[in-house]
């Protein structure tokens, strides 16, 4: 194990502060796309046939709605990771400077 | 216990300390932080006073200190900071420790002296080292050849048999010379013309391979050997060499002589190393040992030279045995100071003990407002216009609430305003952390010291984000629109033809079940996907912001009865604050009184015919508006009421004080009201001072004629201030009136910037820059 660290203290903490972020952003988009909110309609992508299909119940509409809302917790699962990433080095570059001393 | 509303009381006091006992008083004053004191020796040049030489010997202790707080952040050893704040030492104690600072420093500056000297002698011995072995391995190769041709450059001046030539320089007796050494990359060109055109063409530069020193002055050098025949060119060539400000080395003749030369200096180098690093440890030592107390003495030293400062501010008594200090104590705490006395006093041993005396004074004592870590924030901003005068009403308690307030509703969403909220929570939790607290970030204090009106404000936004609907730029649905779309398709105002003819369509609050009602708390959440959402808003924000002002500004206005009263100027009241006020509300107060009525009297039945507050304001000052359909009966001769109201208040406000004083002073009836004022203002400004000129003039039948010339010159230059402050008044009160209103329009501004930014940031930026992907 050479050496883990590829950050240095300040892109840690960057990237600490970034994924906390989009953590809490992406997870709450999510839960607000699962809920087919109406303001999140322009971020669907949906197109003429889809409206058209439907009759009463815009069915295919909320399947869109969920998918992009699975998009999301995917996406806020990448930041957990890379958050997780994060404090990693910064822990090893705190580890480090307190060896140096 | 003073309130924030009005400024404390404050009396002047004067102390009597006993010599002995002088300095611990003023220690014990100094820790509560009492008393503001009064230079009695206004006139003493700093140098002439009593206590000069104890200064001096705080400020040389404090130039000490420094040096060491230096070496201490160089070397990063962490100070250790003390919680409580020690007290000022006695001065018997303080030639305890100005010795040990003495020695302190003595020892850290030879240390250091000899940590320099020593590396330099570790740079010199190791430049020695490859100096040798560069040039030992250019002499080998050259052995190895077996001639002694120059391998870097031809001369032309040389023969074209070489090895002859050397030959024959030998049989002159000429003895071959070598000069070594290092010099600077960036000089060795002309370090070689320079040679070649000197000694033409008889030495020989040989320059080798660069050698880059790691330390404080890394330079790129480059090593030279020069080899020359005869001594005159000998010294010719140490003199350019010495010119260019080379480190010569001297170049051993034979191979033993060179392995002497390398192995003494390698061991010399190894010892330097050990040296060098038992020199750092030392000093590592002596700065722990010194950073224990550096903290505690620093501050000790700022408080006696404090000390020292105050008691060059009072004055000795004719016998020479007391001071005297004349101190700004608040009313409240004339116990407190007593008692202060009494410990300082008491520690210091005195047998008479000091007392405190009360004296009346005719000068306007300082203004005195105690806050706390909540109160002192917005303190603080309102200072930063201005101080108030002594016992007026102070706007800081207001501002607690319309500060953040007037924020929010600029600010106005609700994620944000939660971010904001818990940044800092996060910096209450925080508070008491030593870490936090010490922290030498600019930006950071700032926010820190601020931290309870960022809470404020950040709490004040959440509710202005739910009026406005506003979380991250999205509305929430939280009750239900109160617009149905569904309404239009079965009141067939619209069909599946209209979609497809139209890319706009209007929902029409006409048609029943289309508008249910107003949404119960805020704006209703289908505006967010309305396109004409910043037509409504605009028009909404913008009224909002005008009758906010409005109310803020009448109310800046009403705290100024409160100043009238409690200065008893009744004259105030019916001069100075009715002008004003009718001022304001005629003009602006009818503006928002329009806007109102406006959307009471109209309903989305009569929108069509709803006219434009904008166009009947306007009409209105210019007296117009036969042409124009009127919003109520009465509107014509209602507006030309007020206007003559507002047009006569401002002579009132220009000349009623000026004319009222000067007929009181002529008149001189209504005197006894006038009696019992506390506050006395210095300097000219003084409806007072006239009336007390005016009494003694009265009472005192003994008055010279030049005495009466002084008086009325003196009363004629009053009169002539207050005539100028009250045209100034005026002038900025009613344009003042005018474009504050005006620019209270940033309300609205503000947040439709933010909401546009917030939007473009968080959801268009990521749109395009994914869409640009895919496509």
Known sequence: ?101 | MGSLFRSEEVCLAQLFLQSGSAYDCISELGELALVEFRDLNPNVSSFQRKFVGEIKRCEEMERILGYLLREIRKASIALPEAEVSPAAPQPRNVLEIMEQLQRLEVELREVNRNKEELQRNLVEFTEYTHVLRVTHSFVQRNSERESLGPQYEEFPCLEKDSVTGYTSMQRLGAKLGFISGLIPRMKVEAFERLLWRVCKGYTILISLCAYCMQGENSMDTVVFLISFWGDQIGQKVQKICECYHCHLYPHPETDEERCDVMESLATRIQDLHTVLSRTEDYLRQVLNKASESVFTWAIQVQKMKAIYHTLNMCSFDVTNKCLIAEVWCPVDSLAALRGALEEGSRRSGATVPSFVNRIPSHDTPPTLLRTNKFTSGFQNIVEAYGVGCYREVNPAPFTIITFPFLFAVMFGDLGHGMVLALFALWMLFHENNPRVKRSRNEIFRILFEGRYIILMMGIFSVYTGLIYNDCFSKSLNIFGSGWSVRAMFSQDQWTNETLRANVLLTLDPNVSGVFSGPYPLGIDPIWNMASNRLTFLNSYKMKMSVILGVIHMTFGVILGVFNYLHFRQRFGLYLLFLPELLFLLCLFGYLVFMVVYKWLAFSSRHSALAPSILVHFINMFLMQGEALESLYPGQMGLQVFLLVVAFLSVPVLLLGKPLYLYWLHQGGKSLGAYRGYERVRRGSEDDVAVMRDNDTEDGGGLSDPTNREIQKRVRHHRHCHTAVTSVIHTIEYCLGCISNTASYLRLWALSLAHGLVCNLFLFITPKTLSHNEIH
């Not at chain 1, 087919?36 to 509409?61: M, N």
Request: a negative charge.
């Open chain 1, 1 to 101: 194990m050479a050496s883990l660290l590829f950050c240095g203290p300040k892109l840690a903490a960057c990237g600490i502060v970034i994924s906390i972020w989009g953590v809490i952003m992406l997870a709450l988009l999510g839960i607000f796309f699962n809920v087919h909110s109406g303001v999140l309609i322009e971020d669907v992508p949906f197109t003429e046939e889809d409206i058209q299909k439907d009759s009463s119940s815009p069915q295919a509409i909320y399947a869109l709605y969920d998918q992009v809302g699975y998009n999301c917790y995917i996406a806020a699962a990448i930041y957990v990771f890379i958050g997780l990433l994060s404090f990693c080095q910064a822990r090893l570059n705190k580890h480090n400077e307190y060896m140096e001393r």
